[in-house]
């Protein structure tokens, strides 16, 4: 059996790093992702709202509208949840990254790959243990 490699995500690694900038009076652009074929207005709005309204990546999963693909749904939470912790608990973001990058086998934040998102994805939607 094979191993997929994801080339965008190896790739990125070699070139110079680019610095990931949040935008927070236009937030709604982070909720602009390819694959889902254009902006969403109504995604980009729900994306927002929860922003403004400082809820937890959890409670956008929830409003999310169903219709989007796995990988949209992916990226959406994994951008929100590093734009999230980076502006509302600026002082806690590079512990929480960390522990999330080490979870995760990362060593650089690539919101440009699938691969990544999806892992991301998972480490933030586990079950926690009781």
């Not at 190896?10 to 070139?15: A, E, N, V």
């Not at 602009?32 to 409670?59: L, S, V």
């Not at 929830?62 to 939470?77: A, R, V, W």
């Not at 608990?89 to 440009?112: P, R, W, Y």
Request: charged share 25%.
């Amino acid at each position: 059996m094979s191993k997929v490699h994801y080339l965008n995500s190896h790739l990125q690694k070699f070139r110079e790093e680019k610095r990931i900038t949040i935008d927070v009076e236009n937030i709604g652009n982070l909720a602009q992702y390819g694959n889902m074929g254009g902006e969403d207005k109504k995604t980009t709005q729900i994306f927002t709202e929860c922003f403004n309204n400082k809820e937890t990546y959890k409670e956008l999963l929830k409003k999310l509208p169903k219709n989007i693909e796995c990988l949209g749904i992916y990226y959406l939470i994994t951008a929100y949840w590093i734009a999230y912790t980076c502006h509302y608990h600026n002082d806690k973001f590079d512990e929480a990254m960390g522990k999330c990058l080490e979870s995760t086998d990362q060593n650089v934040i690539l919101l440009d790959s699938p691969h990544f998102c999806k892992k991301v994805y998972h480490y933030l939607v586990k079950p926690e243990l009781v």
